[in-house]
């Protein structure tokens, strides 16, 4: 089934520990994106990339890394830099050329202890 | 930067009552799209406008983009309990650009 990834759905981690979240789609889909949700809040953009190789900051991507070395990849980890990480982490991915809709998976949900 | 603005950001409605929901980009969009959140669940895409003053409708949904393009809403009639979720919108300034979506409008319909 063509779709995107994420993997775990659940995770836990102690404070001070880097933690690296799972994004994989298998739609050709040029464009990936991470938003961070927090509850009752809404979609925050972490970072997102246009293409292979090359990704761009969103509004909140203190504390976080990315990688976009494959194009159906795209990790997010969350360094013990960020302040308060616990949260729902959402990936997407879209066609990237001209406006298409976002494909989103499933959510990681992270709990740092 | 590119701010995107929904309202409200609750709203509690009685079965069969009609609402609107609006959104407002803090620079001209080239489209705007709408997602919906069920509990629990992941944003799925629902519709996606392009030009200026489109309508477009899907069954009992109602969206619109604004004139200058930098405004949308999201009208439902009839509210049924099966549209409990997040509606959220979200732009871009290019169809090239990163999509910045609003906080979204929880809905909550009581029987």
């Known amino acids: 089934d063509g779709g995107i990834t994420q993997s775990p759905k659940y995770l836990f981690r102690k404070e001070g520990q880097n933690v690296t979240l799972s994004c994989e789609q298998n739609?050709?889909?040029?464009?990936m994106y991470w938003y961070r949700q927090d509850p009752g809040q809404g979609l925050r953009l972490i970072y997102y990339?246009?293409?292979?190789?090359?990704?761009q900051k969103g509004d909140i991507a203190e504390g976080y890394s990315v990688s976009r070395e494959k194009k159906e990849s795209f990790p997010l980890t969350v360094t013990s830099a960020q302040k308060n990480p616990t949260a729902f982490y959402l990936c997407?991915?879209?066609?990237?050329?001209?406006?298409?809709?976002?494909?989103f998976g499933q959510g990681t949900r992270l709990t740092v202890v | 930067g590119q701010q995107v603005m929904q309202i409200p950001q609750y709203q509690h409605v009685q079965e069969g009552e009609d609402f609107t929901t609006y959104c407002n980009s803090s620079t001209t969009l080239s489209n705007i799209q709408w997602y919906k959140q069920r509990p629990g669940g992941h944003p799925v895409f629902l519709i996606q406008l392009v030009k200026s003053g489109e309508v477009k409708k899907q069954k009992r949904l109602t969206f619109q983009f604004g004139e200058a393009k930098k405004n949308s809403s999201l009208h439902i009639t009839a509210t049924q309990t099966t549209d409990v979720g997040t509606y959220f919108c979200?732009?871009?300034?290019?169809?090239?650009?990163?999509?910045?979506f609003g906080a979204g409008t929880q809905v909550v319909v009581t029987p």
């Open positions: 979200a732009g871009q300034t290019d169809s090239w650009g990163k999509l910045q």
């Open positions: 990339s246009q293409i292979v190789n090359d990704f």
């Open positions: 739609l050709n889909h040029d464009a």
């Open positions: 997407a991915s879209s066609l990237g050329t001209g406006a298409t809709e976002a494909f």
